[in-house]
């Protein structure tokens, strides 16, 4: 009985692990769609993709593409329809939480498909930058 109950502790605590760490037992497989952002800040491979708050998906790659810009790999719920018209964001989770990739969905009645891009993006806030702009005073309407 000790023996089974060990077993069972350290199938449990190894459940724990994966659910806390990201991980997963599925295999990444659904629907792939791109994401290019100017600044991505602290976004890392594994971070949730979300629309309305609910988890639809994953961060699987993120590198640098042609242009210098952070091109994004998301893999999405293949039972969801993500409008073509849609935008993503860089969101952080609480003030100094991690961050995710949040899908606001447009009302264009054509789909995304696998292997297409998100259109609309918004980067990610730096709060360095933002710091620097309240104490120099700069304004982006300035152009400076």
Same mark, same amino acid.
């Given at each position: 009985?000790? !023996?089974?109950?060990?077993?069972?502790?350290?199938?449990? @605590? %190894?459940? #724990?692990?994966? =659910?806390? !760490?990201?991980?997963?037992?599925? /295999?990444?497989?659904?629907?792939?769609?791109?994401?290019?952002?100017?600044?991505?800040?602290?976004?890392?491979?594994?971070?949730?993709?979300?629309?309305?708050?609910?988890?639809? !998906? =994953?961060?699987? &790659?993120?590198? #640098? &593409?042609?242009?210098?810009?952070?091109?994004?790999?998301?893999?999405?719920?293949?039972?969801?329809?993500?409008? /073509? &018209? *849609? *935008?993503? /964001?860089?969101?952080?989770?609480?003030? #100094?939480?991690? =961050?995710?990739?949040?899908?606001?969905? %447009?009302?264009?009645?054509?789909?995304?498909?696998? %292997?297409?891009?998100?259109?609309?993006?918004? *980067?990610? @806030?730096?709060?360095?930058?933002?710091?620097?702009?309240?104490?120099?005073?700069?304004?982006?309407?300035?152009? =400076?």
């Amino acid at each position: 009985m000790v !023996g089974l109950f060990v077993i069972v502790g350290l199938a449990a @605590l %190894g459940y #724990l692990s994966l =659910q806390v !760490g990201g991980l997963s037992w599925n /295999a990444p497989g659904g629907l792939v769609i791109y994401a290019r952002f100017d600044e991505i800040g602290g976004l890392k491979v594994r971070a949730p993709v979300v629309i309305a708050g609910v988890k639809v !998906g =994953q961060v699987t &790659d993120v590198r #640098l &593409d042609d242009t210098l810009r952070a091109r994004v790999t998301l893999d999405v719920d293949p039972t969801v329809e993500i409008p /073509a &018209d *849609s *935008s993503a /964001a860089i969101r952080t989770s609480g003030v #100094l939480g991690d =961050q995710f990739v949040a899908i606001e969905p %447009g009302a264009d009645t054509r789909r995304l498909g696998a %292997g297409e891009e998100l259109m609309y993006t918004q *980067s990610a @806030l730096s709060l360095e930058r933002v710091i620097g702009r309240f104490v120099t005073g700069e304004n982006e309407e300035d152009g =400076q």
